[in-house]
């Protein structure tokens, strides 16, 4: 009798999974590929595989939500400018149908999202039942670029670090899965990537000067993730630290661990709720 | 000299779009395919291209969009059940990149859209600019069922016509390019579709016995789209009646007519409003 394999994906997730206790990213290498396929072919070709399970396990968990399952999926990306938040979105995402699908960017806050309590908008930003949501940035902005500029008091910032564990404690507990990816890319892959944006007409309208003056902050920013990357690290909404300086592994990581997620829910369509030979004798011609 | 080809696109559109007048769908057979490529592997190779097309387009679209530019797309997918509204948001839809994509599928209105004009839940649906929407069922709705099943007279259902009609030339003055879309499938095609999701497990989340009912209405229904699609098929929001029997053509049509709506905008990439040469002094290392 052979022991059951190890799953290689429940490896991956475990790879990528940010351990407990204090975190530095300097410890995780940017340009790494933890568990690749080898190479951008393979990855690709895995890529697309991983689409179709995608799609057939969404519709899954949308069938059960219509037979009022309330289970979920919530992706969080998060990462600096050109991390490739908007990359996997388009290449991981964009291979579930659409209307399975529900993708929040979050921008500086609105008036009256700013005169709510952070969260607020958050709450109203959640995927529905059988829909996986994907938060293209997320609550833990409130985290990061207040701490970097001085704008929040250390009190401030802890009891908003409990904030944001309740609330994922309470998501968890009412069926939504939360896969939590840090997009880590380094310095010197930010700067290829900000020229090459200045070199193509066709992306000049995603560039704003203004992320020149937040890369002076990089470190500070770096910091900043990592504090709140290890306060918010929990049980039911672990981390990932996906390195990014590589797109195609990066979408090749973050695929998989979406995949994982899906089919650790061990999902199946439900059961019919009427009489289906009735149903076909009611449709015979000329009805 | 040789005079500008027609391009084939915009026939496709005029071949299509209702002719102003009374509309009998008795007129218009769902298994024709009018300007079909000529087979399925021909339609899905130009789905496939023109889903590039749709991606780059929608980019550009947004880019304009982040600049000010109030232009958005709504596709309206109107059609009996299993007429394939699903089909088109995933196999013509889905080849956009997904936060560019804004799907709403309209079900029985809720306790709070019933209490209010039946326009409300419609208007907070509506695309941002830059965004695709696609609307799976839709206003249309209010003035078919209860027409249908008698449950409104005949002066209100004109003065919905009405409101609808005002609606939409606001929608189009205001940037909204409208693409109507009726689906328009045979009452055997859809006996066959109906049997086949009893047939297939997976798909039995899908079928509602009450579909079945809904077939003894179907001469009323017919005659319920034809009034509607007469009385509003407008110059700013014309109706196209797109033969959906075969699925491969229905897809490609839609892709097509959607291809040409956001062609016919013309758009280009936005300049760059930032000093390019500066952004890229400050990006030399080791900044």
Redesign the interface.
């Known amino acids: 009798m052979t022991p059951a394999p190890v799953p290689k994906a429940m490896s991956l997730r475990e790879a990528l999974r940010v351990a407990e206790g204090p975190v530095t990213l300097l410890g995780y290498d940017p340009a790494s590929k933890p568990m690749s396929p080898g190479s951008k072919v393979k990855a690709l070709a895995e890529l697309a595989t991983t689409g179709e399970v995608l799609a057939s396990q969404q519709e ?1 968990l949308y ?2 939500g ?2 009022g399952d309330p289970r979920r999926v919530l992706l969080v990306l998060q990462g600096t400018d050109t991390s490739g938040k ?1 990359g996997v ?2 290449h991981v ?2 291979q ?4 399975g ?1 529900s ?1 929040k ?1 979050f921008k500086r806050p609105t008036a009256e999202e700013a005169a709510h309590h952070f969260l607020w908008r958050i709450g109203r930003a959640l995927p529905a039942a059988g829909i996986i949501g ?1 938060f ?1 940035r997320s609550h833990y902005e409130d985290v990061l670029v207040p701490r970097v500029h001085g704008s929040i008091d250390a009190d401030t910032w802890a009891e908003r670090i409990a904030d944001i564990n309740a609330f994922e404690q309470q998501l968890a507990d009412s069926g939504t899965v939360l896969i939590k990816c840090f997009l880590h890319i380094s310095y ?1 892959e930010q ?1 290829k990537r ?2 090459a944006r ?1 070199d193509d ?2 992306k ?6 203004a992320d ?1 003056d937040e ?2 902050y990089w470190s500070d920013y770096q910091s900043a993730y990592a504090a709140a990357i290890a306060a918010t690290s929990t049980k039911s909404a672990p981390w990932h630290i996906v390195p990014s300086d590589t797109k195609w592994y990066r979408n090749w990581a973050v695929s998989q661990l979406l995949r994982d997620a899906l089919l650790g829910l061990d999902l199946s ?4 709720d ?3 030979e ?3 004798v ?2 015979q ?1 000329p ?1």
């Open positions: 899954m069938a059960n219509v037979s908007d979105v388009r995402v964009g579930v149908g659409p209307a699908v993708i960017s994907v293209n010197s700067r900000l020229l200045l007409p066709s000049h309208w995603k560039f704003n000067p020149i890369r002076a369509y439900p059961p019919a009427f009489d289906i009735a149903a076909r009611r449709l011609p009805f």
